[in-house]
Structures are given as C-alpha cells and as structure tokens.
Nanobody
Framework: QVQLVESGGGLVQPGGSLRLSCAAS????????MGWYRQAPGKEREFVAG????????KFADSLKGRVTISRDNAKNTLYLQMNNLKREDTAVYYC????????????????WGQGTQVTISS
C-alpha cells in the first residue's frame, strides 16, 4: 500500500500562486507515474497534470497549460504542483494520484489517491 498526503492548499486571491505538495509513504517502490486531479463542486474529477517516474515526461490539461508546473523529488518521495495566475474557476479539491503505469497517469488506472486539499480562489 501507498499513502499519499497532500498539503499546501488554502485561500488565495485571483492572480496569486500556490504550491501543492504530496508526500508518499508506504510501498514506495510501487509508485510509477504520479499526477494531480481536481474536483470542483458539482463537477467531475478532472486531470490537471502528470509526470512520469523519472520526472521528465510531463502532461498538462489544456486549460492549465502555461499556469502550472509539476515536478517530483523521488529522493524525498514528494510530488509538487506549482500553480500561478490562479483564477476563480481553479477553486476545487486537488487530489494527488499514483498511477499503475511508469510513464503516464492520464487515461490510465489510478492505483492510489490522496485525501485531497482544498484550494479556494477568492477576493
């Protein structure tokens, strides 16, 4: 089993920035690609960004390209999501996910989910 714990969420004004972190523990060797998803009230959970096991292969949702970056530090078993120029429509619960594929997480089975961290964009 792998446990994923997100942190870094909070209340930010429009145009602000946030850095989310996801600490992984447990059977770390089973972690492959990792990523971030989000779910806004009344909407389905959607893909935000993903990164392969080595940290070099990255994918982003089209709606967020240019405003988010994803990175991972395998030595620290931690995944990051840097979000800039945040908009009200970015308000959602952000979930960390560990995939079952070494390279991609989007459109692949998710092996483990975190509990989520709330991000609220409001003035």
């Amino acid at each position: 089993q792998v446990q994923l714990v997100e942190s870094g969420g909070g209340l930010v004004q429009p145009g602000g920035s946030l850095r989310l972190s996801c600490a992984a523990s447990g059977s770390i060797l089973r972690i492959n690609a990792m990523g971030w998803y989000r779910q806004a009230p009344g909407k389905e959970r959607e893909f935000v960004a993903g990164v392969g096991w080595s940290g070099t292969l990255k994918k982003f949702a089209d709606s967020l390209k240019g405003r988010v970056t994803i990175s991972r530090d395998n030595a620290k078993n931690t995944l990051y999501l840097q979000m800039n120029n945040l908009k009200r429509e970015d308000t959602a619960v952000y979930y960390c996910a560990a995939g079952s594929d070494p390279y991609y997480i989007q459109d692949r089975p998710i092996a483990f989910w975190g509990q989520g961290t709330q991000v609220t964009i409001s003035s």
